[in-house]
């Protein structure tokens, strides 16, 4: 059974940093790219970066870029995100989710955690 | 950027109710798109990939269409448990917009 178990969240300054983290199991890590998507109270869903397999291609959403880097250990089957520099605006749930495949094609983010909250405030 | 539209943002309807909802994306995306349920405090669930693919497990009273710009996801028979916000999603390039949402709720 594919699992994604979020941690990491909490309140933290305007300014601050914080450093997500997602553990994967009940399948091959490595073989997936993944992705963390957030929800701000009451808002929509926005992608905000993905990472390929292998970790050498990684893309971001312009809201983040230059301030959150996503990475992964595939010897720990985990996924993170450090965020820095973070603003009110970033107050969200943050979700990983797994991409899915079909062939080599990207079709979906097909299983995601329960979430994580981060809430900027001072 | 590409852009999604959702249409419509709320949608009430009765149990039974056969019920659509539109996403038209801002240019061609081929069939990169799937839609997603979300209930209240819960984490995104897939539905629908590749524009009309079924995901296991998904009830077959859902069903997806469309390509390019115009695509649907329509509901045959509505069910209590599918009051649910909806989020189509395009895969086609970067950004991996989301459309801003569909609220369904159960008259």
């Known amino acids: 059974e594919v699992q994604l178990l979020e941690s990491g969240g909490g309140l933290v300054q305007p300014g601050g940093s914080l450093r997500l983290s997602c553990a994967a199991s009940g399948f091959t890590f490595s073989s997936y790219a993944m992705n963390w998507v957030r929800q701000a109270p009451g808002k929509g869903l926005e992608w905000v970066s993905t990472?390929?397999?292998?970790?050498?291609?990684?893309y971001y959403a312009d809201s983040v870029k230059g301030r959150f880097t996503i990475s992964r250990d595939n010897s720990r089957n985990t996924l993170y995100l450090q965020m820095n520099s973070l603003r009110a605006e970033d107050t969200a749930v943050y979700y990983c989710?797994?991409?899915?495949?079909?062939?080599?094609?990207?079709?979906?983010?097909?299983?995601w955690g329960q979430g994580t909250l981060v809430t900027v405030s001072s | 950027d590409i852009q999604l539209t959702q249409s419509p943002s709320f949608l009430s309807a009765s149990v039974g109710d056969r019920l659509s909802i539109t996403c038209r994306a801002s240019q061609g995306i081929s069939s990169y798109l799937a839609w997603y349920q979300q209930k209240p405090g819960k984490a995104p669930k897939l539905l629908i990939y590749a524009a009309s693919t079924l995901q296991s497990g998904v009830p077959s009273r859902f069903s997806g269409s469309g390509s390019g710009t115009e695509f649907t996801l329509t509901i045959s028979s509505l069910q209590p448990e599918d009051c649910a916000t909806y989020y189509c999603?395009?895969?086609?390039?970067?950004?991996?917009?989301f459309g801003q949402g569909t609220k369904v709720e159960i008259k």
């Open positions: 999603q395009q895969l086609n390039s970067y950004p991996r917009t």
């Open positions: 990472i390929s397999g292998g970790g050498g291609s990684t």
């Open positions: 989710a797994r991409t899915g495949v079909v062939v080599t094609a990207t079709v979906s983010f097909d299983y």
